[in-house]
């Protein structure tokens, strides 16, 4: 993750997304099925870089000159509360894993809560993240370090070159994502791949 990689040729960014995004399809997989083999709905779709910079950016990061990657899943178990105790699958998993781990008690005033999260630093750029909602929806996010590159022609780029039918799941088991293109794909229009599923209503 170095200002260089801004220099890169689209191609050469295109591909460093590829890598990256099939990484963190890995990690978000890995946690899925700490917790469930069944249906997942999808929020962040996790198809293409987001032209913005997160809480990891550096400065001179800019939504111009740099992007980041999310990926977001939500499932409501059947009985589901939001009890603490439900972090404890991915609790294990993520010392299993040797990852930096927090915990995180969330009040929000006028809702149902509390809500509790634990989130995991990989160590090589990302963040795993497990949210239980006192209102039964719980939510695995995968999201990446902010990384130096041409947003908004590296974001058409990519999202051009999805088609349609790729990009209407609305929910699926573990395992399953929108196809990374090739860049020799022919362009199409540009899908909408941010987050609409109404996460945690």
């Known amino acids: 993750m170095t200002q260089a990689e801004?220099?890169?040729?689209?191609?050469?960014?295109?591909?460093?997304?590829?890598?990256?995004?099939v990484r963190m399809q890995e990690l978000m997989?890995?946690?899925?099925?700490?917790?469930?083999?069944g249906l997942w709905k999808w929020g962040q779709k996790g198809g293409a870089p987001i032209a913005d910079v997160n809480v990891?950016?550096?400065p001179g990061m800019t939504s111009d000159n740099s992007y980041?990657?999310?990926?977001?899943?939500?499932?409501?178990?059947?009985?589901?509360?939001g009890a603490k105790a439900d972090l404890d699958p991915m609790i294990?998993?993520?010392?299993?894993?040797?990852?930096k781990t927090e915990f995180v008690t969330l009040e929000l005033e006028g809702?149902?809560?509390?809500?509790?999260?634990?989130?995991?630093?990989?160590?090589?750029?990302y963040l795993v993240s497990w949210e239980v909602q006192a209102n039964g929806y719980y939510n695995m996010e995968v999201i990446s370090k902010t990384f130096w590159?041409?947003?908004?022609?590296?974001q058409a780029a990519v999202s051009d070159r999805i088609p349609k039918e790729?990009?209407?799941?609305?929910?699926?088991?573990?395992?399953?994502?929108?196809?990374?293109?090739?860049?020799?794909?022919?362009?199409?229009?540009?899908?909408?791949?941010?987050?609409?599923?109404?996460?945690?209503?």
């Open 68 to 81: 980041y990657l999310n990926i977001g899943r939500s499932i409501r178990p059947e009985g589901a509360t």
């Open 56 to 58: 990891w950016s550096v």
């Open 149 to 154: 590159g041409d947003s908004s022609d590296l």
């Open 111 to 125: 809702v149902f809560g509390p809500d509790y999260l634990v989130r995991a630093d990989t160590g090589d750029g």
């Open 29 to 37: 997989t890995d946690a899925q099925v700490q917790i469930s083999s």
């Open 92 to 99: 294990a998993y993520f010392e299993q894993q040797g990852w």
């Open 6 to 21: 801004a220099s890169l040729s689209l191609r050469e960014q295109f591909d460093l997304v590829e890598e990256r995004i």
């Open 166 to 201: 790729a990009r209407d799941i609305e929910e699926s088991v573990p395992g399953v994502y929108v196809p990374f293109p090739d860049w020799d794909d022919p362009l199409v229009s540009a899908p909408d791949l941010l987050d609409h599923s109404g996460k945690g209503e």
